[in-house]
């Protein structure tokens, strides 16, 4: 009697115990330690990022992603042990821009001689510009007639224009333009330089003429198209208007400086 008790007790406890462990739905796996960890959510506030494309970068972390660019906020709800990885990510990505630098430019407008017997006449910055025009081009005496300057961003076009009113002796002053289509910073192992895209620099000069008799003043306008590099910092002679049958001719020279 008392070995045939035991027995149905062993078979009641053998089948009871697949009865407790089969809690999930047939055809499912048993939920693992990584399903029963705390959900949390966090609403970021998004400042400079595309929200939109913020919210892709987020997505490999799981979750639930909720984007609102109306609102400028991504909602995340996921895992409370990815939630480290989730901030770090916002944090190093939605960040200011870097400024783009901007280029002071300043140009040069000088008038040289080759008459003789004058003394140059321009700043200590341009002392190596007039010995380029002596040495290479033969001029006597260069003078400084105009200088003017502008601030521009990469990626931008520029125009300067206007009249070079200290141009000695002339009897109407003369006009020039400087344009370039595009300035570009490039950098490498020997600096940073300066590109003109397009870069158009013109002078009309008035000339007298005799007309019927009459003296008549005309604009006769000469000038250069072309593309410019220049290291930062350099002074570069880029074109010359010749005037007076040749005995004087007005240079144009570029420098630029890079300002952070």
Not at 15 to 33: D, F, I
Not at 166 to 194: M, N, W
Not at 238 to 249: F, L, P, S, V, W
Request: hydrophobic content about 40%; aromatic content about 6%; some cysteine.
């Amino acid at each position: 009697m008392f070995r045939k008790t035991c027995v149905h007790l062993c078979v009641l406890t053998l089948l009871a115990v697949p009865s407790l462990a089969q809690e999930a739905e047939p055809g499912q796996k048993p939920p693992s330690s990584a399903t029963n960890e705390e959900l949390v959510t966090r609403i970021f506030r998004v400042e400079y990022a595309d929200i939109r494309d913020l919210a892709n970068v987020i997505d490999i972390f799981g979750g639930r992603i909720q984007p609102e660019p109306d609102l400028g906020v991504i909602g995340w709800t996921g895992l409370a042990s990815m939630l480290p990885a989730v901030e770090a990510a916002v944090a190093s990505l939605d960040v200011a821009p870097t400024p783009a630098p901007n280029v002071e430019l300043t140009v040069y407008f000088l008038v040289a001689s080759r008459k003789g017997g004058g003394a140059s006449s321009v700043p200590a910055a341009l002392d190596g510009v007039v010995v380029q025009l002596r040495d290479v081009f033969g001029y006597d005496s260069v003078q400084l007639i105009e200088t003017t300057a502008m601030r521009v961003r990469p990626g931008s076009r520029g125009d300067l224009n206007g009249f070079l009113l200290q141009r000695p002796g002339a009897p109407i002053e003369a006009r020039y333009e400087f344009s370039f289509r595009q300035l570009k910073v490039t950098e490498d192992a020997s600096g940073r330089s300066i590109r003109l895209d397009g870069l158009q620099a013109s002078i009309q000069t008035p000339r007298v003429v005799v007309e019927s008799g009459e003296p008549t003043t005309r604009s006769v306008e000469s000038g250069i198209r072309t593309d410019v590099d220049l290291r930062e910092g350099q002074k570069a002679v880029i074109g010359k208007t010749t005037i007076e049958g040749g005995a004087e001719a007005i240079f144009v020279v570029v420098t630029g400086t890079i300002v952070e």
